[in-house]
């Protein structure tokens, strides 16, 4: 039983255009979502995150969006850059303050110069 | 500040071997974790330390995994017998006592041939 899905493995874009990774989750229990960049042979390291009681986030290039309706978030990465290549994963926090993190699959993103 | 230290960072053994993983997390971090990430997928946790308590260790397969956190700071994963199937990234993450945002070492790669 996936609890957060991630259901693109991978994502080509351009430099300098807008890169958009989708995440999906069941339960509507969770109260805080994050987004991890993953480079090979490097631990996942955190790059933004967002409370269930808001609805977008914003750091610099990269804005985490969610819709609780739906039980779905975006990072959008604007503009992208060849540096961003890497696996991205969404997590989300499970209710309680137990900082217990479920992930997702990870979506592979290139950006091509 | 230092980040979270892992050691080895590789491993290769032949099954049936035992394997062990030291994880040093970031000082001042009270909750320590350890994850398993197979290839194409997000880390799974696999056990939760609240200081030398392991609060959640519901997802590890006690009958040949083992861990520890004697002293409420450095922590060991044992593997004993290691199986084909526990081929994967090892990794360990902490918290401190604000948040969600978990910092995650650069993993443990285990082969078991």
């Known amino acids: 039983d996936q609890q957060v899905k991630q259901n693109s493995p991978s994502l080509s874009v351009q430099e300098g255009r807008i890169s958009i990774l989708n995440c999906d989750y069941t339960n509507s229990m969770f109260d805080y979502f994050l987004w991890y960049k993953k480079y090979p042979a490097e631990g996942p390291t955190f790059l933004i995150s967002i409370s269930s009681i808001k609805d977008k986030n914003e750091d610099g290039r990269f804005t985490v969006f969610l819709n609780k309706s739906a039980k779905h978030l975006s990072l959008h990465i604007v503009p992208s850059q060849p540096g961003d290549s890497a696996v991205y994963f969404c997590?989300?926090?499970?209710?309680?303050?137990?900082?217990?993190?479920?992930f997702g699959q990870g979506t592979t993103l290139q950006v091509k110069p | 500040e230092a980040g979270v230290v892992q050691s080895p960072r590789y491993k290769i053994i032949e099954k049936k071997q035992p394997v062990a993983f030291w994880c040093n997390p970031i000082?001042?971090?009270?909750?320590l974790y350890w994850y398993l990430q197979n290839l194409g997928q997000g880390p799974e946790l696999l056990i939760r330390y609240e200081n030398e308590e392991a609060v959640d260790d519901s997802q590890l397969p006690k009958d040949r995994f083992s861990a520890e956190r004697l002293k409420g700071v450095d922590s060991t994963l044992k593997i004993q017998p290691a199986e084909l199937g526990d081929s994967a990234v090892y990794l360990c993450?902490?918290?401190?006592?604000?948040?969600?945002?978990?910092?995650f070492g650069p993993g443990t790669r285990l082969t078991v041939l």
């Open positions: 000082s001042g971090h009270n909750t």
């Open positions: 993450a902490s918290r401190g006592t604000s948040g969600t945002k978990q910092f």
């Open positions: 997590a989300a926090s499970a209710p309680g303050n137990t900082g217990k993190l479920i």
